[in-house]
């Protein structure tokens, strides 16, 4: 049975099986980000699955995939919204399709950079990652030779110790 999703404010608060500290502001914005369907959007690490149900009780339009290694682990999202593969080591084909990728919180910055020297150059033209801010200067690493533009969310509804970054593919350059 699915836990009940929680009613979010303007205000962060950390919730047991998420990672970030979650808001209603943040749930949009990283909602209103991401493509409608039939453009396919994976969630890589999602844990119990919460931001990604959340997304998707405020768009239900999106084409939203959460990648993890375990269906024990999600608590939120119906099966058909979950694909699971052996291990955190394991990419998902599913990236090579994918117009999306989220990482909140990604434990293994080894398997982000894979996920890029893999599938960085197919379908994908939206990277999100959700983390703490002692974590971007790995982000910028990891992305800073890629055909990609930066953007820093502005009070986008994280925490003070987190941030929200989105890249988008520069075309001109891919």
């Known amino acids: 049975m699915r836990k009940e999703l929680p009613r979010l404010s303007n205000i962060p608060v ?3 099986d998420c990672c970030a500290a979650l808001s209603s502001i943040l749930v ?3 909602a209103q980000s991401l493509p409608s369907g039939p453009a396919l959007t994976i969630s890589i690490g999602s844990g ?5 149900a959340l997304i ?5 339009e999106i084409c939203l995939q959460a990648i993890e290694a375990s269906h024990d682990i999600n608590q939120y999202l119906s099966a058909e919204n979950v694909q699971i593969v052996s291990g955190t080591w394991e990419l998902c084909a599913l990236a090579a399709n994918s117009t999306a ?3 909140v919180y ?3 910055f080894p398997l982000v950079e894979k996920y890029l020297q893999i599938f960085g150059s197919a379908a994908v033209q939206l990277f999100i990652f959700l983390g703490p801010k002692a974590d ?3 982000m910028e690493a990891l992305m800073e030779s890629r055909a990609w533009k930066m953007e820093v969310m502005e009070e986008c509804g994280v925490s003070q110790y987190e ?3 989105v890249w988008k593919r520069n075309n001109r350059n891919a």
Not at 56 to 60: F, G, M, T
């Open 28 to 30: 949009a914005k990283v």
């Open 136 to 138: 971007v200067p790995n």
């Open 106 to 108: 990604p434990r293994e």
């Open 48 to 52: 119990s699955g919460i931001l990604e």
């Open 14 to 16: 950390q919730h047991a």
């Open 163 to 165: 941030a929200l970054l």
């Open 101 to 103: 990728w989220i990482f």
């Open 56 to 60: 998707l009780r405020d768009r239900p």
